[in-house]
C-alpha cells in the first residue's frame, strides 16, 4: 500500500524514477520491532553459534533469538551492551558500560554471566562503555575509550591510551587504532607501529574492516568513505552509482559472495557492491528497512543477512530462491501469462501488456527494473507461436511486433492458442476463445481467419494438440472435448467415459501426451476404448492428488499446482521426487494458475500481485540440513521451576546431555513443559514439529506447527522427550532428547517398603502377643469373676459412703447459708441505723436552724458566749453525723456490691444527694421515709426522682427502681 502511494504521489509529481525499485525481484525483509523482541531499541552486535541461535547486543542486555523465541539476558549492572564475541573456549564474551565478562550455561542450562572485573585494580574499574570485543588466539581482547584489555589465562593486562578509536582483525592480525599514534599491530604481547598518524587522512576513523579478496580489506570510516588495505598500505576505494555520498557515515560492511559485498551506512541504509566499487543495489525504506541507520551487519550460516537497526532488527532473506516481483508499473494487477521473445520478457496481466529488456545473466531477478508498458487492459495470454508472438486479450487476438500491438481478430476475447504442426502443408495455429476453438492459418501476408471448427461453442480457456492433431478442450463445469481437425466432429467425455466426474476436468499436454488433472490424479485418453482411465506413470507420482494445473519445464520437471500450493516433480534423480514450493502457498493466482519455466534458474509463477519469481536450482541448493533443540524444560507445580535452558555445555558447542545432568525430580513436579524450536529464519513457517515422551507416548505426535508441549500427572519413572522436525521439503531433523527421572511419591519410596515390613512384622508380632492375652484372659476368667463381686460389694460400701457424704456436705452448706443470712441481717441492722443516724442527722440541722431563728429573732446586738459556745456544741455533734453516713455508704456498698461506686463510675454527673436517693430507691423505702433521711419534702423527692432519670437517661416507660435493680443485678452476677 506504501509503494502504491508513493507511486501515485511520484507520478504527479513527475519523479517516478527516482523511487523505482532497482531490480524487479523483491526480496523478502522482515522486520523486528522492539514490541516483539521486547528489548531495547539500538543493536550494535550480532553473532549465531554452532546450533543456529542469533545473539544481538542491545541497548538492554544480550538478545537471543532462535527462530520462534526471544530471550533477552542483561547484564549485572542493566546497562548498554555494545559488543558480543565468541571465545576460542566458547564462551559468549559481552561488554557493557563498566562491565565485562562472558555468558556461559549454569547447572540448569540458562545463560549466567560471569563477570571479570574482579580481576582489575580498583583504579581500572571505572572505563565506560566496552566498543569492540576480538578473539585473537585463546586471548581475548575488549576495546574501552582509553583502555584495551587483554584477557588470558585468567588475568588481564592493561593498554592504556588517550583514545582508542578501533579494534579489529585484519588478515589474521590484530590490529587497533589510536587517534594519536596510527593504526597499531598486536605483536609479541605489546602494540607497534603499523600505519603511521601522519599516512592517514585528516580525521580518520575505522568503523568496521573485512576480507577484500586473498590479502585484502575492506575498511568502512565515519568521516572519510571506504578504503582497501593491502599491508600497510590505504587506497581510496570510490563507491559509484545511485548518487552514492563517498562522505556518509559508513558503519560495517561484510563479504556475501565472489567480488560481492554490503556496505551499510548510518543514514541512507545498505549498498552492494562489486570489486570495482559500482553500486549494483541500494537498499533502504523502500525495500522493506525499518529505518536507514544500520550498526552493523551480519551474514549467517544461510547467507542470509542480520541489520542491527538504531531501532529494530531487520531479516533480510538474501539468499532466497523466491522474489516477488511487482513494480510499480504493474498497478498491482494479477498476472497471467509470460512470454520471452528475443532478448525481451513479456508479462500478460490484468492491467496491461509490459516489456522488459533482459541481459544474458543466470537470474533474471537481478534484472534491472526497466519496464516498459505496450498496452493497458485486461490481457490473458502470451505466446511464440511459430517465431510470432501472439497476445490474448479480452479485447481480441493481436500480434506483438516492434513494441506495438497489431491486432488478427477482435470480435471476441481469447485465451489461449497452439499450433497444428502435423498437418502437412499447412501453417494453422488454434486459438481458444470465449465461444469455442478459432482456427488461423499463418502466410506472408498475415493471419488468415479460418472461422470456428465444430459445433463447440463453450469457452476454450484450456487446450492440447495431441499427435493425431485432434484439439483437446476442457470446460471446468461441463467436461472434456474432443474436436476432429479432419470433420470437425466433437465429442464430449465425462464420468460416463470414464473420468472421476464433470467436475473440475484441465486438460495440459505433458510429455508430449495429452493428459487430464481431475479431482483423484492424472487420467489419460485410452484410443483403442474411446475412454479415459488413471495414467499409472503419474499414479505412482501424484496417487489421488486432487489436480489444478500441470507444466512441463525444459529439464523435464512437472510443475504443479494442487489446491493453493504449488510444487515440483522432480526428474534429477532415478526416482521422481516431489518438492513443494510452500512460500508459494495462497499467493498464486487461484483459477488462472500459470507457470512460465524458462530454464532450472528461471521460473515464473503468476500471482494475485504480479509474480513470483523462483531461482528453482538454487531453491534445491538451499535445502540445508535441519537442526532442532530443546530451549526450555519447566517443571509446573504452583510456580513453575526451571529446569533446563538451552544449553548443553558452552554457549558455541552442539553438545548432547549426559547422565550427569539427567535431574531426578520429586514426585510434586511431575507436571513437565517443554519449548523447541529449529533456527531457520527464512522458512520458519514451513517448519512443522513431532514430539515423543517415550515411557509414556506410544507413538510420535502428528506433525504441527506449536513449538511447546505440556506433560501433566506423570507416574514415577525414567522419562526421555524427544523432538524433531521437518521442513516443506519433508526432510527431517535429528532428534533432540532431554531425559529426566521423576521419583516415586514418599509412600512408594524405598524407605516406605521398609516401613511397610516393619509394620507387617510387628503386626504378626501383636497377633500372637493377642493369642497370648486370649489365652491369659481365658484363665483369668474366673478371677475376673471374683473381682467384679468384690467390685460390687466396693461400689454399694461407697454407694453408702457417698450418702452419707451428700448428708454432711447438705449439713455444711445449711449452715453456711444460715450464717450468711445472719451477716446479711446484720448488716441491714447496721444500714438501718446509718439510716436512723441520718434522720438524727436531719433532726440536729434542724435544731440547729431554729437555735439561730430563736438568737435573730431576741433582737440582740452582741450574741452571748454561751449561746456560741452551744451552736458549736451542735456542730461537732453534726460531725459524727457526716461520719455515719460515710459509714452507710461503705456498709451499703459492701451488701450491694458495690453499687454506689459502679453507678458513679457510669454516669460520672451524679451528685451525692442524687447517690443517697438510689440507695434509698434500692431499700425500697417509700417516698415518705426518702423524705425525712433527705429532710425535704415529699414534693421534693418526686422532683429528685425525677431528675435522677434525666440523668440516668431513662425514657419513661421504663420504671426507675426496675432500671436501678437490674444494674444491682447485673453487679451481683
Same mark, same amino acid.
Given at each position: 500500500m506504501f509503494l502504491r502511494t508513493v507511486f501515485i504521489l511520484l507520478m504527479l509529481s513527475g519523479a517516478q524514477s527516482l523511487f523505482s525499485q532497482t531490480y524487479i525481484g523483491q526480496r523478502e525483509t522482515v522486520n523486528f520491532d522492539k514490541k516483539q523482541y521486547n528489548a531495547g531499541t539500538q543493536n550494535w552486535k550480532i553473532k549465531q553459534d554452532t546450533q543456529g541461535r542469533v545473539y544481538f547486543a542491545n541497548n538492554e542486555g544480550v538478545l537471543v533469538f532462535d527462530g520462534a523465541y526471544w530471550q533477552l539476558y542483561p547484564l549485572p549492572n542493566k546497562t548498554i551492551v555494545r559488543s558480543i564475541e565468541f571465545g576460542k573456549d566458547k564462551k559468549l564474551y559481552a561488554g557493557g558500560q563498566d562491565e565485562m565478562g562472558y555468558f556461559s550455561p549454569g547447572k540448569n542450562g540458562q545463560l549466567a554471566f560471569t563477570s571479570l572485573k574482579s580481576l582489575l585494580p580498583k583504579a581500572d574499574q571505572n572505563f565506560s562503555d566496552i566498543w569492540d570485543i576480538v578473539t585473537y588466539g585463546d586471548d581475548v581482547f575488549f576495546r574501552a575509550h582509553d583502555k584495551i584489555f587483554r584477557y588470558s589465562n585468567n588475568k588481564i593486562t592493561i593498554y592504556n591510551s588517550s583514545s582508542w578509536l578501533f579494534l579489529g582483525l585484519y588478515q589474521d592480525q590484530l590490529i587497533a587504532h589510536d587517534e594519536q599514534k596510527g593504526i597499531l599491530v598486536f605483536k609479541n604481547g605489546s602494540w607497534q607501529p603499523f600505519i603511521e598518524k601522519k599516512l592517514l587522512p585528516k580525521g580518520f576513523y575505522i568503523t568496521n574492516?573485512?576480507?577484500?579478496?586473498?590479502?585484502?580489506?575492506?575498511?568502512?570510516?565515519?568521516?572519510?568513505?571506504?578504503?582497501?588495505?593491502s599491508g600497510n598500505q590505504l587506497k581510496y576505494f570510490k563507491l559509484s552509482g545511485f548518487d552514492t555520498d563517498n562522505q556518509q557515515a559508513f558503519s560495517a560492511a561484510i563479504a556475501i559472495g565472489d567480488n560481492n559485498y554490503l556496505i551499510s551506512t548510518y543514514t541512507n541504509g545498505i549498498y552492494q557492491v562489486d570489486a570495482n566499487g559500482t553500486v549494483i543495489e541500494k537498499i533502504s525504506k523502500k525495500e522493506g528497512l525499518q529505518n536507514t541507520n544500520v550498526r552493523c551487519l551480519f551474514m549467517d550460516v544461510n547467507r542470509n543477512i542480520w541489520l542491527g537497526l538504531d531501532n529494530g532488527i531487520d531479516f533480510i532473506a538474501?539468499?532466497?530462491?523466491?522474489?516477488?516481483?511487482?513494480?510499480?508499473?504493474?498497478?498491482?494487477?494479477?498476472?497471467?501469462?509470460?512470454?520471452?521473445?528475443?532478448?525481451?520478457?513479456?508479462?500478460?496481466?490484468?492491467?496491461?501488456?509490459?516489456?522488459?529488456?533482459?541481459? $544474458?545473466?543466470?537470474?533474471?531477478?537481478?534484472?534491472?527494473?526497466?519496464?516498459?508498458?505496450?498496452?493497458?487492459? @485486461?490481457?490473458?495470454?502470451?505466446?511464440?507461436?511459430?517465431?510470432? @508472438?501472439?497476445?490474448?486479450?479480452?479485447?481480441?487476438?493481436?500480434?506483438?511486433?516492434?513494441?506495438?500491438?497489431?491486432?488478427?481478430?477482435?470480435?471476441?476475447?481469447?485465451?489461449?492458442?497452439?499450433?497444428?504442426?502435423?498437418?502437412?502443408?499447412?501453417?494453422?495455429?488454434?486459438?481458444?476463445?470465449?465461444?469455442?476453438?478459432?482456427?488461423?492459418?499463418?502466410?506472408?501476408?498475415?493471419?488468415?481467419?479460418?472461422?470456428?471448427?465444430?459445433?463447440?461453442?463453450?469457452?476454450?480457456?484450456?487446450?492440447?494438440?495431441?499427435?493425431?492433431?485432434?484439439?483437446?478442450?476442457?470446460?471446468?463445469?461441463?467436461?472434456?472435448?474432443?474436436?476432429?481437425?479432419?470433420?470437425?466432429?466433437?465429442?464430449?467425455?465425462?464420468?460416463?467415459?470414464?473420468?472421476?466426474?464433470?467436475?473440475?476436468?484441465?486438460?495440459?499436454?505433458?510429455?508430449?501426451?495429452?493428459?487430464?488433472?481431475?479431482?483423484?490424479?492424472?487420467?489419460?485418453?485410452?484410443?483403442?476404448?474411446?475412454?479415459?482411465?488413471?495414467?499409472e506413470t503419474y499414479k505412482n507420482i501424484f496417487g489421488t492428488r486432487s489436480l489444478r494445473y500441470l507444466k512441463e519445464d525444459p529439464s523435464g520437471n512437472i510443475w504443479f499446482v494442487q489446491e493453493k500450493s504449488i510444487g515440483v516433480v522432480d526428474y534429477a534423480?532415478?526416482?521422481?521426487?516431489?518438492?513443494?514450493?510452500? !512460500?508459494?502457498?495462497?499467493?498464486?493466482?487461484?483459477?488462472?494458475?500459470?507457470?512460465?519455466?524458462?530454464?532450472?534458474?528461471?521460473?515464473?509463477?503468476?500471482?494475485?500481485?504480479?509474480?513470483?519469481?523462483?531461482?528453482?536450482?538454487?531453491?534445491?541448493?538451499?535445502?540445508?540440513?535441519?537442526?532442532?533443540?530443546?530451549?526450555?524444560?519447566?517443571?509446573?507445580?504452583?510456580?513453575?521451576?526451571?529446569?533446563?535452558?538451552?544449553?548443553?555445555?558452552?554457549?558455541?558447542?552442539?553438545?548432547?546431555?549426559?547422565?550427569?545432568?539427567?535431574?531426578?525430580?520429586?514426585?510434586?513436579?511431575?507436571?513437565?513443559?517443554?519449548?523447541?524450536?529449529?533456527?531457520?529464519?527464512?522458512?520458519?513457517?514451513?517448519?512443522?514439529?513431532?514430539?515423543?515422551? $517415550?515411557?509414556?507416548?506410544?507413538?510420535?505426535?502428528?506433525?504441527?506447527?506449536?513449538?511447546?508441549?505440556?506433560?501433566?500427572?506423570l507416574s514415577a519413572g525414567t522419562y526421555t522427550f524427544k523432538v524433531k522436525a521437518r521442513n516443506h521439503q519433508n526432510n527431517e531433523s535429528p532428534v533432540s532428547s532431554y531425559t529426566f527421572t521423576i521419583n516415586p511419591p514418599w509412600y512408594l519410596s524405598i524407605w516406605a517398603f521398609v516401613a511397610y515390613v516393619m509394620a507387617f512384622a510387628y503386626l504378626l508380632y501383636f497377633v500372637y502377643r493377642l493369642q497370648e492375652k486370649r489365652h491369659i484372659r481365658n484363665q483369668e476368667k474366673e478371677l475376673l469373676i471374683q473381682r467384679q463381686k468384690n467390685e460390687e460389694e466396693q461400689k454399694q460400701m461407697a454407694y453408702l459412703h457417698q450418702l452419707?457424704?451428700?448428708?454432711?456436705?447438705? !449439713?455444711?452448706?445449711?449452715?453456711?447459708?444460715?450464717?450468711?443470712?445472719?451477716?446479711?441481717?446484720?448488716?441491714?441492722?447496721?444500714?438501718?441505723?446509718?439510716?436512723?443516724?441520718?434522720?438524727?442527722?436531719?433532726?440536729?440541722?434542724?435544731?440547729?436552724?431554729?437555735?439561730?431563728?430563736?438568737?435573730?429573732?431576741?433582737?440582740? $446586738?452582741?450574741?452571748?458566749?454561751?449561746?456560741?459556745?452551744?451552736?458549736?456544741?451542735?456542730?461537732?455533734?453534726?460531725?459524727?453525723?457526716?461520719? !455515719?453516713?460515710?459509714?452507710?455508704?461503705?456498709?451499703?456498698?459492701?451488701?450491694?456490691?458495690?453499687?454506689?461506686?459502679?453507678?458513679?463510675?457510669?454516669?460520672?454527673?451524679?451528685?451525692?444527694?442524687?447517690?443517697k436517693l438510689s440507695a434509698y430507691l434500692i431499700m425500697n423505702l417509700s417516698s415518705k421515709e426518702i423524705a425525712q433521711l433527705m429532710a425535704i419534702s415529699v414534693r421534693g423527692v418526686e422532683i429528685s426522682r425525677y431528675r435522677l432519670r434525666k440523668k440516668l437517661q431513662i425514657p419513661t416507660e421504663i420504671n426507675l427502681f426496675e432500671f436501678l435493680f437490674d444494674i444491682q443485678r447485673e453487679i451481683m452476677k
Open positions: 574492516i573485512c576480507r577484500f579478496g586473498e590479502n585484502s580489506s575492506l575498511v568502512t570510516t565515519a568521516k572519510n568513505g571506504v578504503y582497501i588495505l538474501f539468499n532466497n530462491a523466491v522474489k516477488h516481483v511487482n513494480p510499480l508499473i504493474f498497478k498491482d494487477g494479477s498476472g497471467f501469462s509470460i512470454a520471452k521473445y528475443n532478448n525481451d520478457l513479456y508479462f500478460s496481466m490484468s492491467t496491461g501488456i509490459f516489456q522488459l529488456p533482459i541481459q $544474458d545473466i543466470g537470474d533474471l531477478s537481478y534484472t534491472k527494473n526497466d519496464f516498459k508498458t505496450l498496452a493497458d487492459g @485486461l490481457s490473458w495470454h502470451l505466446s511464440v507461436v511459430n517465431d510470432d @508472438l501472439l497476445a490474448g486479450r479480452d479485447d481480441g487476438l493481436f500480434r506483438i511486433f516492434n513494441g506495438k500491438l497489431q491486432p488478427i481478430y477482435n470480435a471476441t476475447g481469447f485465451w489461449l492458442f497452439e499450433s497444428l504442426l502435423n498437418k502437412p502443408g499447412t501453417n494453422l495455429i488454434a486459438a481458444g476463445n470465449y465461444f469455442g476453438v478459432r482456427l488461423f492459418e499463418r502466410d506472408a501476408s498475415g493471419f488468415i481467419d479460418k472461422g470456428n471448427i465444430g459445433k463447440y461453442y463453450e469457452s476454450a480457456r484450456f487446450l492440447a494438440i495431441d499427435g493425431e492433431s485432434n484439439i483437446w478442450t476442457s470446460h471446468p463445469t461441463r467436461g472434456v472435448y474432443k474436436i476432429s481437425t479432419d470433420n470437425s466432429q466433437v465429442k464430449m467425455y465425462t464420468a460416463a467415459q470414464g473420468l472421476p466426474s464433470a467436475l473440475n476436468n484441465f486438460v495440459f499436454k505433458i510429455k508430449n501426451r495429452v493428459v487430464v488433472a481431475t479431482e483423484k490424479g492424472i487420467y489419460e485418453y485410452n484410443s483403442a476404448t474411446d475412454q479415459f482411465q488413471p495414467d534423480t532415478s526416482k521422481p521426487n516431489i518438492i513443494y514450493i510452500p !512460500e508459494l502457498t495462497n499467493k498464486i493466482l487461484s483459477g488462472f494458475e500459470n507457470v512460465y519455466p524458462i530454464n532450472d534458474n528461471n521460473v515464473f509463477v503468476g500471482s494475485e500481485n504480479g509474480y513470483y519469481h523462483v531461482n528453482y536450482a538454487k531453491y534445491k541448493q538451499n535445502i540445508h540440513p535441519l537442526s532442532v533443540f530443546i530451549r526450555k524444560v519447566k517443571a509446573i507445580a504452583g510456580t513453575d521451576s526451571l529446569l533446563f535452558g538451552g544449553y548443553f555445555g558452552l554457549v558455541n558447542e552442539d553438545n548432547k546431555q549426559t547422565s550427569s545432568t539427567t535431574q531426578a525430580l520429586s514426585y510434586l513436579w511431575n507436571s513437565l513443559h517443554f519449548e523447541y524450536s529449529s533456527p531457520i529464519f527464512e522458512g520458519q513457517s514451513n517448519v512443522s514439529y513431532s514430539y515423543y515422551l $517415550d515411557g509414556f507416548d506410544k507413538e510420535w505426535s502428528a506433525w504441527s506447527k506449536k513449538t511447546e508441549k505440556d506433560y501433566t500427572n452419707e457424704l451428700e448428708r454432711s456436705e447438705k !449439713e455444711v452448706v445449711k449452715l453456711k447459708n444460715e450464717k450468711l443470712e445472719s451477716e446479711i441481717e446484720f448488716k441491714n441492722s447496721e444500714l438501718a441505723s446509718s439510716a436512723m443516724s441520718l434522720v438524727q442527722k436531719k433532726e440536729f440541722i434542724l435544731k440547729v436552724k431554729d437555735e439561730l431563728q430563736r438568737i435573730n429573732k431576741s433582737g440582740k $446586738d452582741v450574741v452571748e458566749a454561751v449561746e456560741i459556745k452551744k451552736i458549736l456544741r451542735l456542730l461537732s455533734e453534726e460531725k459524727k453525723v457526716n461520719e !455515719e453516713w460515710e459509714q452507710f455508704s461503705i456498709h451499703f456498698n459492701k451488701v450491694h456490691a458495690d453499687f454506689l461506686t459502679v453507678i458513679k463510675e457510669r454516669y460520672p454527673s451524679i451528685n451525692q444527694q442524687e447517690l
